[in-house]
């Protein structure tokens, strides 16, 4: 079941607040997909994200482990960005939350034990206008590719520093119509 919905966000754009019923879920996906554009600059970033118990305690979710982890790009960052830098979304900085360069999938197991989920999602202020991605909260699991390590394939654009690709990412961008990465 998808509990929160879609929630599409652009690079520059604030970070927008997002909340689930997550009462009796047993696995938790936060899904961050390829947005309307390319797959360069989608750097998903949840912020603040929390979890509230039956009794109405709040649980930090940066600081419970991940059952697994699938990054379009990079690596997972938890209170951090990509570069090691604080977090941001539109100019705004985020002390605690989750990096994950779309498409991603983040997997916790909740067990039952939690009724609502909050956090508020956006792309990094480093991406600048460029970006975006669709957020996503939902028990259900996703269709993603098995992860592989990054390829020894080096890209790199003019005057920036070589990127490793996600082979594994760059099939499922494939698979999804996307003929070319930039």
Request: proline residues 6%.
């Amino acid at each position: 079941r998808d509990t929160a919905g879609d929630r599409r966000r652009h690079g520059g754009e604030p970070a927008q607040a997002l909340a689930a019923d997550v009462t009796g879920v047993r696995d938790l996906y936060l899904v961050a997909t390829v947005g309307d554009d390319t797959y360069n600059y989608d750097q998903a970033i949840w912020a603040a994200p929390k979890l509230t118990d039956r009794d109405g305690r709040a649980v930090d979710l940066t600081t419970v482990k991940p059952a697994d982890t699938t990054v379009g790009w990079g690596a997972f960052h938890v209170n951090a960005a990509h570069s090691g830098g604080p977090l941001s979304i539109g100019g705004v900085r985020v002390e605690k939350g989750f990096y994950a360069h779309a498409p991603s999938v983040l997997h916790f197991k909740l067990d039952g034990r939690y009724v609502r989920f909050e956090a508020s999602v956006g792309i990094a202020t480093a991406s600048g206008s460029n970006g975006s991605s669709a957020f996503e909260v939902t028990d259900t699991a996703p269709k993603r590719p098995a992860p592989q390590p990054a390829a020894a394939l080096k890209v790199s654009s003019a005057g920036k520093p070589p990127h490793q690709l996600n082979a594994a990412a760059a099939k499922a961008l494939l698979a999804q119509g996307v003929k070319k990465l930039v």
